[in-house]
């Protein structure tokens, strides 16, 4: 029981990275319809320059100049590369997101170097013993910290007008904009928005451990988390997270256990094997809306 515990404990921790990077998918999506595949450049962008601010200005400052910075240049991409395609077809965008994608990555790659870097997190591999069960100290504070973003960016959508606009927009655009909503400013916020999220997931997915080109790969178990919650819902986005990371650290716990025949941990493949498991049952998702179209 108790390594089953500690298991949920550490997934939860995994689970709140995925959550973070996932509501920045769904924010784009209900005010573009449209998937950023840059989430993940973004991410790997903002742990990168935190690892470069900790050492001079302290952590947890590193953090939040990084989520701004990042929130800049993901506002400087929407406006420069995203807005002019506005009205063209969603595939195009698409794919010019895969563009900005392997851009970010490919400048941020470059400021890694040959020595490892650390995002300088004051908690390492630290445990703490929680009613006798092992936790890592990153995993309590990637949990807690999403907690408070979570709750602070559902209160911005619910009583801020900024927040109200970018309901109503992603509701209905045209509606929106015949009410005086301005459409660019909320696409602009919503990139804002996704950027700061994705540098700080960033940040708590390379805690404790040396960061590399490949950090940006854990971005890719979000793309199964928004499916699983629903592409347009943020609820979801965060519960999706939730039951994707505690399940994919259950299965590696217990890997060796239940498939010992197999050599390659299943871990890895478990987000899209429970995102495809939940489809089947429910083609949009847990939460997402369902579509009608008239015939």
């Known amino acids: 029981m108790t390594e089953f515990l500690e298991a949920v404990a550490g997934g939860a921790g995994r689970g709140a990275v995925y959550s973070l990077l996932a509501l920045g998918f769904v924010i784009i999506y209900k005010a573009m319809r449209v998937i950023s595949f840059a989430q993940p450049a973004f991410m790997f962008a903002g742990a990168v320059l935190v690892s470069y601010l900790s050492p001079s200005i302290g952590f947890w400052p590193a953090v939040v100049v990084g989520a701004i910075a990042i929130a800049g240049v993901a506002l400087v991409v929407e406006r420069v590369a995203i807005r002019p395609m506005v009205g ?21 790659g470059a400021f890694i170097g040959r020595d490892p870097r650390q995002v300088g997190d004051p908690w390492g591999l630290k445990t703490v013993d929680v009613f006798g069960i092992t936790v890592e100290q990153r ?50 916020v919503s990139w804002a ?15 404790g451990r ?74 949009y998702g847990l939460f997402g809306t369902k579509e009608v179209e008239r015939v």
């Open 88 to 108: 063209k077809q969603v595939f195009v965008i698409a794919i010019i997101t895969i563009g900005i994608d392997v851009i970010v990555r490919v400048v941020a």
């Open 139 to 188: 995993d309590i504070a990637a949990v807690v910290v999403t907690a408070i973003l979570v709750s602070a960016l559902f209160a911005f959508f619910q009583w801020t007008p900024i927040g109200l606009a970018m309901r109503a927009s992603a509701l209905d655009q045209e509606a929106a904009m015949a009410q005086g909503v301005s459409v660019g400013t909320v696409f602009a």
């Open 193 to 207: 928005l996704a950027g700061a999220l994705a540098a700080i997931a960033g940040v708590f997915a390379a805690a």
């Open 210 to 283: 040396q960061m590399d080109q490949n950090l940006w790969l854990v971005a890719l178990a979000a793309l199964p988390v928004i499916i699983l919650g629903g592409l347009d819902s943020l609820g979801g986005a965060v519960l999706g997270g939730l039951i994707i990371g505690v399940t994919q650290q259950i299965v590696v716990a217990y890997h060796r256990e239940w498939f010992p025949y197999l050599d390659t941990n299943l871990g890895s493949i478990t987000p899209y094997l429970v995102m495809v498991l939940v489809l089947l049952v429910r083609p």
